[in-house]
């Protein structure tokens, strides 16, 4: 297998499974990671940790499910969700390290950052609260990304163009299995659609976050590299609003697309209004997040396993 296009690196035959793996020092091993001509490095790098943090830290909340999921057959199916975000977060960790220059690795910065210097939107951190919640937030966060990946596919970034590829593939099953259990629980019982309809409520105030752009995400668009989120909204809309006739359900009445104030809105331990998860604003749940996912790399640091 050649190593000179990334995707093949990524998705080909061989031993490409160190993309999903552990115990491997480099998951960038055999890509080519040259930055884009004109393309500044600490921009990169920021954008990577943007879209890395929002995969690891979903991952996270995703992995709280097993044991807990109503039946073993979602417990799988969300650990393998889990998995394949934590995949997409090792590349794209791996790749802000290299490109601002630092030398961190992907662990550095999974493990021993701390809240404030984390760069995902704050729909990933807040807590799962039932399962009808978390299909909730699972749907809007895969219909969402489905469409920034499928854009990001034509980056002038060679890794990035590669991990969307890939991620594209994944995402669009998290999507479909969010949808299905949406529609399921919507066009239920009369329990399931009222649990369903409260899951949409609590999720709805950290949609409009999703689709404000962050400064970098803009002078990356221009450059052809990233995606300006404000992009994707109309997509998201269509998509969610199939999703929600099939489950005979409306949109939350309490924040409708295009509201001003919406990006703003959050739950009651959120980030204060003004900045968001982007520029390291975020609520108390993600200090409980880190300080699970955290714990054992702060407790022995350097160790290996």
């Not at 300006?228 to 909204?233: A, E, I, M």
Request: charged share 25%; aromatic share 6%; with cysteine.
């Amino acid at each position: 297998m050649s190593h000179d296009n990334p995707y093949e690196a990524l998705g080909g035959d061989g031993d490409a499974r160190w993309a999903f793996g552990t115990g491997f020092t480099d998951p960038l091993a055999g890509v080519d990671t040259t930055a884009p001509a004109g393309v500044d490095g600490g921009d990169l790098a920021a954008y990577c940790l943007m879209l890395g943090d929002d995969a690891l830290v979903m991952s996270h909340r995703l992995q709280e499910w097993c044991t807990r999921a109503p039946e073993l057959e979602e417990e799988v199916a969300l650990a393998n969700i889990a998995l394949d975000l934590l995949g997409q977060a090792r590349l794209l960790l791996a790749r802000a390290g290299q490109a601002d220059g630092g030398g961190r690795s992907e662990d550095d910065l999974a493990f021993l950052r701390d809240a404030p210097d984390f760069r995902n939107v704050r729909l990933v951190e807040a807590a799962n609260g039932d399962f009808a919640r978390s299909m909730a937030r699972l749907l809007v966060f895969a219909v969402w990304r489905l469409a920034l990946l499928d854009r990001l596919a034509g980056s002038r970034d060679p890794v990035l163009a590669a991990v969307a590829a890939k991620g594209v593939k994944e995402v669009a099953y998290h999507r479909d299995y969010a949808a299905g259990w949406v529609v399921r629980l919507g066009d239920g019982t009369a329990y399931s659609r009222e649990r369903m309809k409260e899951g949409l409520a609590a999720v709805w105030p950290l949609v409009a976050e999703l689709f404000v752009p962050h400064e970098v995400e803009l002078r990356l668009a221009r450059a052809g590299v990233a995606v300006d989120p404000s992009q994707l909204r109309a997509e998201f809309d269509a998509v969610l609003d199939q999703v929600l006739d099939a489950a005979r359900l409306t949109r939350p009445d309490a924040a409708r697309p295009g509201e001003a104030d919406a990006a703003q809105e959050g739950p009651a331990d959120a980030a204060p209004a003004g900045a968001g998860g982007r520029d390291g604003r975020h609520g108390t749940e993600l200090d409980e997040v880190l300080s699970v996912m955290q714990g054992v790399a702060r407790a022995l640091p350097g160790a290996t396993w």
